[in-house]
């Protein structure tokens, strides 16, 4: 079993920046590539981002590439969600999630621990 805990969420306005965290315990955490999801009121669960279990490898959504940056620090079990330049529809419930199986993967079907999530709220 691996546990999940997001932080980091809040409400910032439009152009600003936030950073989530998502703390690992459990099984070794070096073991998992890990991913983003975010999942929007009335809205399906939608990949945001994905890095591997040695951080080489990550993958982005289109809508957030080259504005949020996937990061993990395996010594610290912890892995990271830099966002900046925020618009009003990145506003979601924030979760991060766990796989053994794949490098990198953007779809959740392939992830089986999940953190309880964190809520962002961009303001226009």
């Known amino acids: 079993q691996v546990q999940l805990v997001e932080s980091g969420g809040g409400l910032v306005q439009a152009g600003g920046s936030l950073r989530l965290s998502c703390a690992a315990s459990?099984?070794?955490?070096?073991?998992?590539?890990m991913g983003w999801f975010r999942q929007a009121p009335g809205k399906e669960r939608e990949f945001v981002a994905a890095?591997?279990?040695?951080?080489?490898?990550?993958d982005y959504a289109d809508s957030v590439r080259g504005r949020f940056t996937i990061s993990r620090d395996n010594a610290k079990n912890t892995m990271y969600l830099e966002m900046n330049s925020l618009k009003p529809e990145d506003t979601a419930v924030y979760y991060c999630?766990?796989?053994?199986?794949?490098?990198?993967?953007?779809?959740?079907?392939?992830?089986?621990?999940w953190g309880q999530g964190t809520q962002v709220t961009v303001s226009s």
């Open positions: 999630a766990a796989q053994a199986n794949f490098l990198v993967t953007m779809n959740p079907s392939r992830y089986y621990y």
């Open positions: 890095i591997s279990w040695s951080g080489s490898s990550t």
């Open positions: 459990g099984r070794t955490f070096s073991n998992y590539g």
